[in-house]
């Protein structure tokens, strides 16, 4: 076949793909290129649902009472949306990071350093309502969509540097959802999520005045670069004068004055209030490890469980601390704690595992790397539960392992590919 034949092979195809995946927004109306389908759409959040929460702080299970607020808050919200029958779920997550994301089918997220930012529920109505459109007008699988366009996708489990990485572990397993979640959304996505949402939010009975003060906050923080918004909030929806003015616009012509519900969401988040000095100490010793300086990140960290001894994730941190010390049966104790306390979140099975593989405990650190992977497979679990498996005279089952964890990038794949060879030579 000549090059003109081929070009007009691949003009063919991508003509037919486009004819036959042209669907209706569902939210504006207008056609749009549709290649993934509804089913598979549902299908794909609720199986990214959980494995990206754990990668993004995982569930803030102190206050359970917080999620059912959020959660019939969004509900509210969602029964207006132009994809009121979509299965919308929302939970509140366990992270600083001031965030809140959507995947397609109506998973959505908000993260509780978002939450102590808002003053009222209109304005909590207003993050959820935000996301509802992004998942109601599939933005998710539009982006997914372009990606799948230029390539047929990337495979790949990730990788972690090393077994202490304090950065944290980039996940593979998760990847495609954590993708979704923390990708940044174009100006057109913003702008449509915004206007919507206004909609939404009147036809709900919230003030949609709160989305105006919302932007203009967000737009006040991005000037003034504070940090923890630009990694999360601001990475993913870029705040802009554009939208402040037509948010502005559009609640002129609606019509500001509704339910603001500023009593109610301070009685709501009294409990978050309070527990926030203890969080703020686990930030603390988080940056101060991160700096090497494991000495005052002990003295931190220690207060925070003293404040709020119920909370998994201080104990992960300190045993974390404790293992960078060559404090290994100290930090046995604190991750087997974390992992009492929250035996779901892959991360503090993950460190028990590692943890425990050291100390040669090989049942221990078998059952928890398995167990960590079955949420969010990682590299290192793969490549070390491959160790236990030489360890433990299973040469088939340590192949198939670091196999597995060959399949990633880094380090860890080339320690995999090494012991590998040597098992197959």
Aim: hydrophobic share 40%; with cysteine.
């Amino acid at each position: 076949m000549n090059l003109s034949a081929i070009k007009n092979s691949l003009v063919a195809i991508a003509l037919a793909l486009t004819l036959s995946g042209c669907s209706v927004n569902p939210v504006t109306g207008e056609n749009q290129l549709s290649l993934i389908g509804e089913s598979q759409e549902l299908a794909m959040g609720a199986e990214q649902y959980v494995p990206t929460q754990q990668t993004q702080g995982g569930r803030f299970y102190v206050d359970p009472e917080l999620t059912l607020y959020v959660s019939e808050v969004g509900q509210k919200m969602a029964r207006v949306s132009d994809r009121a029958d979509l299965p919308y779920e929302f939970v509140v997550l366990n992270s600083s990071v001031p965030n809140a994301w959507a995947l397609p089918g109506g998973k959505i997220a908000i993260n509780r350093g978002l939450l102590t930012e808002l003053d009222d529920e209109a304005q909590l109505a207003s993050v959820l309502g935000h996301e509802i459109v992004h998942a109601a007008a599939r933005h998710s699988v539009q982006r997914m969509q372009q990606g799948m366009l230029i390539s047929a996708g990337v495979a790949g489990l990730g990788f972690a540097l090393s077994d202490n990485e304090w950065a944290g572990l980039i996940m593979g397993g998760a990847a495609l959802g954590a993708q979704l979640a923390l990708a940044q959304y174009s100006q057109g996505d913003e702008l449509e999520s915004d206007h919507y949402g206004i909609l939404y939010m009147k036809e709900a009975g919230y003030d949609p005045q709160a989305a105006v003060e919302l932007q203009e906050l967000f737009l006040k923080l991005s000037e003034g670069r504070q940090s923890s918004f630009i990694d999360g909030l601001f990475a993913t929806h870029p705040p802009s004068a554009k939208r402040v003015q037509e948010n502005r616009e559009l609640v002129q012509k609606v019509g500001a004055g509704g339910y603001r519900g500023e009593d109610v969401y301070e009685r709501k988040m009294a409990k978050l209030r309070s527990l926030q000095p203890a969080y703020d100490a686990h930030d603390k010793a988080m940056e101060l490890a991160s700096k090497g300086e494991m000495k005052p990140a002990l003295d931190k960290i220690n207060e925070a469980i003293r404040l709020l001894p119920r909370e998994a994730m201080f104990y992960a941190l300190r045993g974390r601390i404790y293992q960078d010390q060559k404090e290994t049966e100290k930090a046995a104790a604190d991750f087997e704690k974390a992992v009492e306390l929250y035996p779901e979140m892959f991360k503090y099975r993950l460190y028990n595992g590692l943890n425990a593989l050291r100390l040669n405990n090989l049942d221990k650190a078998r059952e928890n790397l398995t167990k960590a992977n079955e949420t969010v497979p990682t590299s290192i679990a793969f490549l070390r539960l491959g160790d236990v498996a030489v360890k433990q005279n299973n040469r088939n089952e340590a192949i198939a392992y670091y196999s597995k964890a060959a399949e990633a990038g880094g380090d860890v794949a080339e320690e995999a590919k090494r012991k590998l060879a040597a098992l197959t030579q």
